[in-house]
């Protein structure tokens, strides 16, 4: 079997690696932040709750009542336990033992989303006038979750106020004798 010698000024290339020169294929867009990809993730979700709405509710008539109903709904899937009034750990941070009071979405994580949902609804052409993100009833049942979660858990959500720092003391120059 007779091998041919590769020439010196011939270059293999391996088909296996893309080239800058390889300009057929079209350029790859730069992946989404964290951030866009959960607006847009929280954006399918709502729109997908407004298709299986009975009725089917279109976004143009989605109103305050409506996001304030979806809130409630995402609270079947919440992780973070509420304690009723009548609940011995009512309070408490840190309960000793399990209770049967239920898991509810977090004040944080619904306000992060109200967040995203009211930026996506203007993107995808709603007027900031008529966004129901905005509405002043979704503003109040925010405040009133935090409130209610805070007394429950027993963590207050003021803001604390920062302690101006003392300016450091003079610092005496020793004399030398």
């Known amino acids: 079997m ?19 020169s390889s300009s057929t294929s079209p350029p790859i867009p730069p992946s989404p932040s964290r951030y866009e990809a959960q607006k847009r993730r929280d954006w399918n979700t709502f729109t997908q709750y407004l298709k299986n709405h009975r009725p089917p509710l279109p976004l143009p008539r989605c109103s305050g009542a409506n996001v304030l109903e979806f809130l409630r709904y995402l609270d ?35 306000d992060a989303l109200i967040g995203r949902l009211r930026a996506a609804f203007e993107e995808n052409g ?21 409130e209610m979660q805070s007394k429950a858990r027993g963590i207050s959500y003021d803001k ?3 302690r101006k720092q003392p300016p450091p003391p003079p610092q005496q120059q020793q004399k030398l004798p």
């Not at 007779?2 to 800058?20: K, R, S, V, W, Y």
């Not at 900031?128 to 935090?146: I, Q, T």
């Open 76 to 110: 079947q899937f919440g992780k973070t336990k509420v304690h009723n009034t009548s609940c011995p750990f009512f309070g408490h941070p840190n309960p000793p033992s399990p209770c049967p009071c239920p898991l509810r979405q977090a004040w944080g994580s619904l």
């Open 126 to 146: 709603g007027r900031p006038e008529s966004n129901p993100f905005g509405a002043r009833a979704v503003r109040l049942y925010l405040r009133e979750v935090r």
């Open 160 to 162: 604390k106020k920062r």
């Open 2 to 20: 007779e091998t041919t010698p590769i020439p010196d000024n011939h270059t293999t290339q391996n088909p296996f690696t893309l080239t800058a």
